[in-house]
């Protein structure tokens, strides 16, 4: 696989507490010189980011991030302001507490309000695979795919934990044929970028891969 195939899948992240305007403008000017397939950066700036990006580069960004316990209206009101700033694609945290408790009704019911807010924007969930038993694992590819999400995403980047290829290879096995799988968080090389590939991850949450290429230090996200 080559180096241009593994950028077409890279959702080129900044998401750190301390990120500011010269910041993301750089990796915006990175996503659009190196193709990557989106920008994934912090609701407050969206709606510069997408003036600024003018339709070259569609805008992720996240909701109910990073602890995903706030409520659903709390959720569903970051949704629709982050679509009316002009985000394209939304990266949500599952409220993990409900999962814990088996209330898998109230969790999918949730993204399923999401889903509703997206209406045709792309709808990833994160479930932080490093909080959860195998089991629970396999519960929110069920849940996931019943809810009609795109995405199942392995991680925020910010609990510890990120992606690994068991999860990416267990999400593979258990998801439904219509949601893609998003590894995020830990992805250090372009040989861990090419096997999660490989694994089955359609997009790949990562500042690294850039910098790498750019034969920078790979830090950060």
Same mark, same amino acid.
């Given at each position: 696989m080559n180096v241009n195939e593994i950028l077409s899948h890279v959702d080129h992240t900044l998401l750190l507490q301390t990120a500011i305007w010269e910041e993301i403008r750089g990796i915006c000017d990175d996503a659009v010189q190196y193709r990557t397939a989106s920008v994934c950066i912090p609701p407050s700036f969206v709606k510069q980011a997408s003036e600024y990006l003018a339709g070259k580069m569609p805008v992720c960004t996240v909701i109910g991030f990073? *602890?995903? *316990? $706030?409520?659903? !209206? %709390? #959720?569903?009101?970051?949704?629709?302001?982050?679509?009316? *700033?002009?985000?394209?694609e939304l990266d949500m945290v599952i409220n993990i507490g409900w999962l814990k408790e088996k209330k898998y009704h109230l969790v999918e019911e949730e993204i399923r309000a999401l889903r509703t807010v997206c209406g045709g924007k792309i709808l !990833?969930?994160?479930?932080? %695979?490093?909080?959860? %038993? =195998?089991? =629970? #694992?396999? #519960? $929110?590819?069920?849940i996931v795919t019943g809810a009609g999400a795109d995405y199942i995403k392995t991680s925020t980047g910010f609990a510890g934990g990120g992606a690994t290829f068991e999860d990416v290879r267990l999400f593979a096995e258990h998801v439904g044929e219509n949601v893609k799988i998003k590894a995020a968080g830990g992805i250090t090389s372009m040989e861990d970028a090419e096997r999660f590939l490989a694994l089955g991850a359609d997009r790949l949450g990562t500042s690294r891969i850039i910098k790498l290429v750019k034969n920078q230090e790979a830090a950060g996200y």
């Open positions: 990073p *602890n995903g *316990n $706030m409520t659903t !209206k %709390t #959720k569903e009101f970051e949704a629709q302001d982050a679509i009316a *700033n002009g985000a394209d !990833k969930v994160i479930i932080e %695979t490093c909080f959860l %038993t =195998e089991q =629970e #694992k396999i #519960k $929110m590819c069920e």
